[in-house]
């Protein structure tokens, strides 16, 4: 089994089209370009229709070409490096206390199952405030998928709660259909009763603030955050998710899955990030979210010590023997990867299966699920099937090559 980065996205739009008038006929939108239009134009038609405000047509946003970006932002020492050094590149969260602080603008482009960037902006730097500097602001907010503003919960915020209505209220005069998502973060070591005081408090004083400006249902969502546990990753999943087109139609794959196979929670994993971009429809559950991310991990380790391990001939003969007497080829599931381990507490089994390079699927069974594995083999290699194909239609389409102009599904996650 082998998972790695691939490399591969490519975006690009023409500058005349806009979402509602000819949008994928003769140009190719990302898949944030196309979930940002989706978003934006929602919010102009609730406004329109609230107020009556002539709200302007998305032709007049700026266009966006490129990988879609997230923006850390945030106050000296929020913990925006640390956040960024421990999702994509596997730092461990005990090194960040090493991080030096970040003197400008940290661009880190990443290649996965969606290509994308991540720019770590320094504390101290202000865009929309600052004397020494004017930034442009097209090119910083104009691709943007998600702006991340990083709280310390562990510190005074009122400074940055400040600031970060500053920031919201010029993001909606310019690029409203930017979403915020806010991390409150630092919160390991924090009582679960004094995280949602924290929450409360800085949602109340964000929506005042906002709605004193006269600014309402602005795109700001808040996630109670630590690179110490997994809400870190939850956190991300949850922020890339918003940049996945027809991300209802993965989801109903899994809630399909795991009714036809009694699985208690199913997720498409982003091996290397431990981000996951998809799951069922059953009600969020971190513990499973945990053991299915730790199981990755594992196989993970698994994979770069014995990745590519060959069997030889007797090993090979004896897997073959009794009690099996089957041809080592019949007798996996999958041709690619797959893997099994029963939590030996609860006697819920777990299944991980490779789907592409980048992506991998991982449920929890319910007991007793291993007597039915044949059909559950059957379901999920359909699944699996389905899931290569969904991210095949979607993936970018060379414009380079004749004929292979943009269709009505030609944008969304690459491979
Ligand atoms: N307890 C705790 N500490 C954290 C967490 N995340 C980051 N830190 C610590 O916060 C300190 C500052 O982290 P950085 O990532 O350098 O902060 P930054 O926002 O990038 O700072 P600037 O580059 O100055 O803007 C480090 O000592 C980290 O170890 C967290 O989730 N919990």
């Known amino acids: 089994m082998s998972f790695a980065f691939r490399g591969g996205n490519r975006a690009g739009v023409d500058a005349g089209n806009g979402p509602s008038s000819r949008p994928v ?8 370009v196309l979930n940002l239009h989706r978003v934006y134009e929602q919010n102009r038609q609730r406004l329109q229709k609230k107020d009556g405000a002539k709200v302007p047509d998305p032709i007049a946003v700026p266009q966006t070409k490129g990988k879609p970006r997230l923006l850390l932002m945030g106050q000296r020492r929020s913990g925006k490096s640390s956040i960024s050094s421990v999702v994509f590149h596997k730092l461990p969260p005990s090194e960040t206390l090493f991080l030096e602080s970040t003197a400008r603008i940290q661009k880190d482009s990443l290649n996965s199952f969606m290509d994308f960037q991540v720019w770590d902006f320094p504390g101290q730097i202000d865009v929309f405030d600052n004397p020494n500097f004017a930034f442009d602001m097209d090119a910083i907010f104009g691709e943007i998928g998600a702006l991340i503003w990083v709280i310390d919960a562990q510190d005074d915020y009122l400074e940055a709660v400040a600031r970060l209505n500053n920031t919201i209220l010029h993001l909606q005069r310019g690029y409203p259909h930017i979403n915020i998502e806010v991390f409150i973060h630092k919160v390991d070591g924090l009582s679960d009763d004094y995280k949602l005081d ?46 996945i087109p027809r991300l209802g139609q993965l989801e109903a794959m899994l809630t399909n899955l795991c009714r036809t196979c009694r699985f208690e929670k199913a997720y498409l994993f982003d091996v290397n990030t431990k981000i996951y971009i998809a799951t069922d429809s059953t009600p ?64 819920r089994p777990i299944m991980l299966r490779e789907v592409d390079r980048f992506l991998a699927l991982v449920a929890i069974m319910k007991e007793g699920s291993y007597e039915k594995m044949p059909q559950i083999n059957m379901n999920v290699d359909v699944v699996v099937k389905g899931l290569t194909e969904f991210f095949e239609i979607t993936k970018p389409k060379d414009l380079s090559t004749p004929g292979a102009g943009p269709s009505g599904a030609g944008s969304g996650p690459g491979q």
């Not at 006929?25 to 944030?32: G, I, M, N, P, V």
């Not at 800085?202 to 110490?228: C, K, M, W």
């Open 25 to 32: 006929r003769t140009t190719y939108l990302s898949q944030a």
């Open 284 to 347: 969020e559950d971190m513990a499973s979210y945990e053991i299915c991310s730790d199981y990755v991990d594992v196989i993970i380790d698994f994979t770069e010590v014995y990745g590519s391990w060959q069997r030889s001939p007797e090993w090979r003969k004896r897997l073959e023997g009794p009690p099996w007497m089957q041809r080592l080829d019949d007798q996996v599931a999958c041709e690619w990867a797959e893997s099994g381990m029963v939590l030996s507490e609860a006697q």
């Open 198 to 243: 924290i929450q409360r408090d800085v949602t109340i004083r964000i929506q005042d603030e906002l709605s004193d400006q006269g600014v309402e249902n602005a795109p700001v969502n808040f996630h109670l955050t630590s690179i110490y546990n997994h809400s870190i990753f939850e956190a991300f999943s949850k922020v890339i998710q918003k940049l």
